[in-house]
């Protein structure tokens, strides 16, 4: 069974740093890229940030570039989202994704097959 948990959300003030997890089962990590959403209350999701399966290649959205760093440790099955200087318009909940691998169009959700629960980020003072 494909599975995606992420964790590491919590509650940080403006300027801290949080990092997620996005730890994978039920299938081989290797093959897969992974992206991460994420959804703010009343908006639509969108994309954060996308790996390919050996990390050799990154992207991000404007929003995040300079602040936020994906990374991946296969060995581990894990991908992470190290997210730093955090604002305020950062609060969402952060879902991670699995797609063969980032497409140009890395950030369209319908390409991705499985899909985490969701960790709640929150930005506050």
């Known amino acids: 069974q494909v599975q995606l948990v992420e964790s590491g959300g919590g509650l940080v003030q403006p300027g801290g740093s949080l990092r997620l997890s996005c730890a994978a089962s039920?299938?081989?990590?290797?093959?897969?890229?992974i992206g991460w959403f994420r959804q703010a209350p009343g908006k639509e999701r969108e994309g954060v940030s996308c790996?390919?399966?050996?990390?050799?290649?990154?992207y991000y959205a404007d929003s995040v570039k300079g602040r936020f760093s994906i990374s991946r440790d296969n060995s581990k099955k894990t991908v992470y989202l190290q997210m730093n200087s955090l604002k305020p318009e950062d609060t969402a909940v952060y879902y991670c994704?699995?797609?063969?691998?980032?497409?140009?169009?890395?950030?369209?959700?319908?390409?991705?097959?499985?899909w985490g629960q969701g960790a709640q980020v929150t930005v506050s003072s």
């Open positions: 790996i390919s399966t050996y990390g050799s290649t990154t």
């Open positions: 039920g299938f081989s990590l290797n093959y897969y890229a």
């Open positions: 994704a699995a797609d063969r691998w980032c497409r140009s169009n890395w950030s369209v959700e319908g390409h991705y097959d499985s």
